[in-house]
């Protein structure tokens, strides 16, 4: 959250040439509902099953680069359909996570204490993003052009050879 994986993920796209999906637009796009209605509504465990199904759709018939959210990553078979294939982790420290989500408007896991929640959610996932990305590209006061750069530097030969 607030790493700019939606920002750099397009850009990345269009360095690569490809498509760029971002699983929090199919989720909305497929059900209807924004993810904060989702959450709101439904709760999260639905909206968790909703993404992990939009991500699992998306890794078999999106051949481009695919942002996901943040806790998409938690669920068992999410991780399982990303074995093996170009993961890339954003790392964001704190205070730039803090400063990019703001007060955490339209972010249903940010409610409370924002800065708090989000040491909390970064402390949690780290390590299972750091278990599935090929490649770790550090954020913070860096611009999304340059992340782009490096990631497409990194990756850009082996993504034509990954599933």
């Known amino acids: 959250m607030g790493a700019g994986k939606t920002t750099a993920g397009r850009l990345l796209a269009a360095r690569l040439g490809v498509d760029f999906l971002d699983s929090d637009e199919l989720v909305e796009e497929r059900s209807g509902k924004t993810v904060q209605d989702i959450f709101v509504e439904d709760g999260e465990a639905t909206f968790r099953g909703l993404e992990r199904d939009a991500v ?8 481009g680069v695919l942002s996901l959210g943040g ?10 359909l990303l074995e093996g294939r170009p993961v890339v982790f954003l790392r964001v420290g704190l205070a730039d996570a803090v400063k990019r989500v703001g007060l955490g408007t339209g972010r249903p896991l940010l409610l409370g204490n924002v800065r708090s ?32 750069d490096d990631i497409a530097d990194e990756l850009g030969t082996s993504l034509e050879e990954s599933p």
């Open 56 to 63: 699992a759709w998306a890794l078999e018939h999106h051949a």
């Open 71 to 80: 806790g998409a990553v938690l669920d068992p078979t999410t991780r399982t």
């Open 117 to 148: 929640r989000v040491k909390q959610l970064l402390d949690e996932r780290a390590p299972i993003y750091e278990g599935l990305a090929r490649l770790t590209v550090e954020t913070d006061g860096r611009e999304p052009e340059e992340i782009a």
